[in-house]
């Protein structure tokens, strides 16, 4: 005779390892077919933008939105992250008399650096996500089946503008940035901290060149494809009703905050 089953016998515990292995293949599954994704969708939008007809309305619609609805808020973050880090770097180059490397240091940081990487993330927060939920709304209501009903490519008509907005616009916030942030800068190392305006203006000038703008300007039209791309990708095939736009929109965002600094990095590395 065989031996009873014990049913009320405890359930054996998961296998942590095993969890986690799956965890990370589903992970490197989901960034795969992303990266694929884009890939494919960055294709077509190429494809469709040189293809009649042109939709100017739509494509100045989006500039507006993307770049005039985020000047304010580029223009502010450009400001208080020049008075930061000028602040910051006259604390420091106290201690060695140096003051006068204060406005080259914030000028090169803030061209290079900070103003295509803060620029791209305000972007992001703001125009990103509206993209996102926009193209989401209109997958899951429907809207996006009923222009292919009636012949009109849902890329062409509702990609394209909003990429090349992207493209487009974050090299002029770039811009505005750098200005802004040389204002901030310049603020409070002449009228704060005290360091000769002439000095701060002479050596800012000797040690900024046009690459170093250019390097910024170049960075700032990287981000804005990839940061539109993104958001067009995630909302263009969200799914799922309310809930799956939403979670399209924080995938989206995480994935462009994410890849803009992994970008910063590579692009920085190829153009040195």
């Known amino acids: 005779m065989t031996a009873p089953i014990d049913t009320n016998a405890p359930p054996k515990p998961p296998n942590a390892v095993k969890q986690a292995i799956e965890g990370l293949g589903l992970t490197l599954g989901r960034l795969v077919e992303d990266i694929g994704g884009l890939a494919v ?19 100045f619609a ?12 580029v223009a502010l973050t450009g400001i208080f992250s020049g008075m930061v880090f000028a602040h910051q ?16 240091t914030v000028a090169l940081t803030i061209t290079r650096e900070l103003a295509p990487v803060f620029s791209a993330l305000m972007v992001t927060m703001r125009a990103g996500s509206a993209m996102c939920t926009e193209l989401g709304t209109m ?22 503008p909003r990429v090349l907005a992207g493209l487009i616009m974050v090299p002029v916030l770039v811009m505005l940035f750098d200005a802004a942030g040389l204002a901030g800068g310049y603020f409070v190392s002449v009228l704060v901290k005290g360091v000769s305006a002439g000095t701060w203006l002479s050596r800012t000038q000797q040690w900024l060149d046009p690459e170093d703008i250019a ?37 989206a965002m995480v994935m462009s905050a994410l890849g803009i600094f992994v970008l910063d990095y590579f692009v920085g590395v190829i153009l040195h």
């Open 41 to 59: 969708l960055l294709i077509d939008v190429l494809r469709w933008t040189v293809r009649p007809p042109f939709r100017a309305a739509n494509l």
């Open 89 to 104: 770097s006259a604390r420091a180059f106290e201690m060695f008399n140096s003051e006068a490397l204060v406005g080259p």
């Open 139 to 160: 997958r899951v209501t429907e809207q996006v089946d009923a222009l292919e009903t009636m012949a009109v490519n849902p890329v062409q008509y509702l990609l394209v």
């Open 215 to 251: 390097e910024g300007l170049i960075k700032g039209a990287v981000f804005g494809l990839y940061v539109a791309l993104v958001a067009c990708f995630k909302g263009y095939h969200a799914s799922g009703g309310a809930k799956g736009v939403g979670l399209a929109t924080t995938q």
């Open 62 to 73: 989006q500039l507006d939105f993307v770049g005039v609805g985020s000047a304010l808020i």
